[in-house]
């Protein structure tokens, strides 16, 4: 009887070591679950888990016609990004997983792409959008994110060749890291496309009145205004614009008119203001593990009861794109084939055509760009995948 | 043009600094308090105007009675059950006690009304009065005329009331003004509820021009701080010409240098001032001696 009950503990013991071994393929993640970042943490977690039951549903990644599970070891970094690269590691050398999904946020994804690429192991990030990353001549990282610089790109190409032709474009940035870079990448963008940058002006960041800066723009009389910082400064431009009556023939933000407070802040002044965005529910992507980006979306309601953002889709893509690389390359375990694989993506998801440069950087991929229509957040570029047609010039104001 | 548009802008913006550095210059001229929660009470007055819009579309500039009794209450209760046990302490203490103030106001409304940036926008936001090229938004305007006229009735309320003239002869001279029957401690608790009501009305007028958050406690504490210095402690007359010129001192420099050194500028004028004139420019020695 004794020993009866011995081999059943063992045998109990042994279960997880013996499925462990059966035909899965585990992936390893260390996220903000807690912390500062735990609201994005999340919503990159929900988007990881969303993928893992979808390809499992499906029956597993298939590799040279055979389906494996999809498996996901997820530790918390607590927001901390030297506790995220101590996990990875661990993840790494104890938990034996090559295959890492990115954390939130440029710190962690800087501090834990270290960790990956000393061990030799893969990260796909849909997470992170500082340049920083990809100027260390790292080869085992790939993110989704358009890049800072890249930030308003969209925006000044889709305005290029509207009627009446918009020539003059004034630049106000926020000046932190972050925004500093989006206005740099701006005002190349802007002289790269024939348009004359007529005001590059920063203003400290958490300014509380910009009527100095408003009535300098005013007096250059731009076509175009953007502004690259914060929320709470996308609101005092907008209110102080009014105030002085500059009428622009359009206002564009790199960050602010994505979020619901928006209009909630600014009610009718809203209308219209043009914002970019990694991604929005309503692009008409196909994508190959869910069918299309409207798929997703079903999916993800379904799921969690809540719409999806760019968080939570760009951690299901950047599973997406993992295991579509793993499937290519026919091997989970070569390290090498699935970052060939990486390197030569050139496919459609959800997350728009991805692929990526030398530096492990998307490119092409491109933001697309909202613009506020009767208060809700319409996405007007790229033209084919939108939903509605962009308003230009914006009217004057109220 | 655009010279006269900034200097307009400047006065506008500087009546805002005058109102909210005038609670804070009489609080720390007659009590001594350095009232690290002066922003705090200021936003708490901004969540009331708030709260009233939203939910029940209640006109920003009929809540100034309310922000301004409610705020007026609190400081009133704050300084007369709280602040009075320990203002004979060392500056020291005080100022441990108005900063954990702070810290629990601004923690308090993140929690309450979470550490989004909010903003108030009534229907004739950006409507504007033209004079040839230059713009007065009209509620830049209204806020202009409110922050004078209140700073200008604080001071005929100092100089006329039996009250106004108990705060002053307080702050002179504390010992004399108990021998003629006034009690410190009501006098201190109404100073300090003027001081919190007034900086009720500046967060209910910031609401109409500005985005804010609980986080901005600590950047309007600063700027009230600025004006008090650059005006003398105490003197109203000193706050309206500090907050002005401080108003005009941003909008200029952020035109003249740029708009990222606009606080530098300013902090450096307030060094200036310490240095050349430490009583600050309509100081006497009247208000702001050291009494401990």
């Known amino acids: ?300 309601k379904a799921k969690y009861n809540e719409d999806p953002n760019y968080h939570s889709a760009g951690g299901t893509s950047a599973g997406v794109i993992f295991q579509r690389a793993i499937e290519k390359a026919g091997t989970k375990d070569d390290i090498d084939k699935i970052r060939e694989a990486l390197y030569n993506f050139n496919e459609e998801t959800l997350y728009g055509r991805i692929k990526f440069d030398k530096t492990g950087k998307v490119i092409g991929k491109g933001m697309p760009v909202i613009q506020i229509q009767k208060g809700t957040q319409k996405t007007v570029y790229p033209e084919d995948v939108a939903e509605l047609k962009v308003v230009y010039p914006k009217p004057q104001w109220k | 043009m655009t010279i006269v548009q900034i200097l307009v802008n400047g006065l506008l913006l500087g009546a805002f600094y005058a109102l909210i550095g005038v609670g804070f210059s009489l609080v720390w001229g007659v009590t001594n308090i350095l009232n690290l929660a002066h922003g705090a009470i200021a936003l708490l007055g901004a969540y009331i105007t708030f709260y009233m819009f939203q939910n029940w579309h209640i006109d920003p500039f009929l809540t100034i009675p309310v922000s301004f009794i409610a705020t007026f209450l609190f400081g009133y209760a704050l300084q007369r059950y709280v602040m009075n046990r320990i203002v004979k302490a060392q500056i020291l203490m005080l100022l441990i006690l108005t900063f954990g103030l702070e810290i629990f106001l601004v923690n308090f409304m993140t929690t309450f009304f979470s550490a989004d940036f909010r903003s108030v926008t009534p229907v004739y936001a950006g409507n504007s009065l033209m004079l040839g090229d230059i713009v007065i938004p009209y509620i830049r305007l209204a806020v202009f005329g409110i922050c004078v006229i209140l700073c200008v009735s604080m001071g005929i309320f100092l100089d006329k009331t039996w009250r106004g003239k108990a705060i002053k002869a307080t702050s002179l001279d504390i010992e004399a003004a108990m021998m003629t029957g006034i009690s410190p401690a009501k006098i201190y608790a109404l100073t300090f509820a003027l001081g919190s009501g007034l900086a009720g009305v500046c967060g209910t007028l910031l609401t109409l021009t500005q985005s804010f958050s609980p986080n901005i406690a600590g950047g309007l504490t600063l700027r009230a701080f600025i004006v008090s210095i650059l005006g003398g402690l105490g003197r109203i007359e000193g706050a309206l010409i500090g907050g002005l010129l401080l108003g005009v001192l941003e909008t200029s420099s952020s035109y003249f240098i740029g708009e990222s050194y606009k606080n530098a500028i300013a902090f450096g004028l307030m060094v200036i001032v310490l240095i050349v004139k430490p009583s600050g420019l309509m100081g006497r020695k009247y208000y702001a001696e050291v009494k401990h």
């Open chain 1, 1 to 300: 009887m004794f020993r009866k009950t011995i081999i059943f503990i063992l045998c109990l013991l042994l279960a997880p070591v013996l499925t462990y071994a059966a035909d899965e393929i585990w992936f390893g993640a260390a996220l903000s679950l807690t912390g500062k970042l735990a609201k994005e943490g999340n919503l990159v977690k929900n988007g990881y888990e969303l993928w893992k039951e979808t390809v499992n549903k499906k029956g597993g990644i298939k590799i040279n016609g055979k389906a494996y599970i999809v498996n996901i070891k997820i530790y918390d970094d607590e927001s901390d990004p030297n506790r995220g690269a101590k996990l990875v590691e661990k993840l790494v050398t104890e938990d034996k997983i090559k295959l890492i999904l990115g954390p939130y946020g440029s710190e962690s994804v800087f501090a834990t792409s270290a960790i990956t690429e000393k061990y030799g192991a893969l990260m796909v990030q849909g997470g992170a959008a500082a340049d920083k990353l990809y100027s260390r001549g790292f080869k085992n990282l790939f993110g989704i994110y358009t890049v800072a610089t890249d930030y308003m790109n969209d925006t000044l190409e889709m305005l290029k060749n509207k009627n009446p032709k918009p020539q003059t474009v004034a630049i106000v940035y926020s000046n932190d890291l972050f925004s500093a870079q989006v206005a740099q990448g701006a005002k190349v963008s802007a002289e790269k496309l024939g348009y004359k940058v007529v005001f590059y002006q920063d203003y400290p960041k958490g300014t509380q009145d910009l009527s100095t800066v408003i009535v300098q723009i005013k007096a250059k009389k731009p076509d175009i205004i953007l502004g690259c910082g914060h929320f709470q400064d996308t609101i005092i431009i907008i209110k102080q614009a009014k105030d002085y009556k500059v009428n622009p023939k359009a206002i564009a933000f790199s960050v602010g008119p994505t979020l619901p407070d928006f209009v909630d802040s600014l009610k009718a002044d809203s209308e219209y203001v043009l914002g970019s965005a990694q991604w929005t529910q309503t692009l008409k992507y196909k994508d190959q593990v869910f069918g299309s980006n409207q798929a997703f979306v079903k999916a993800y």
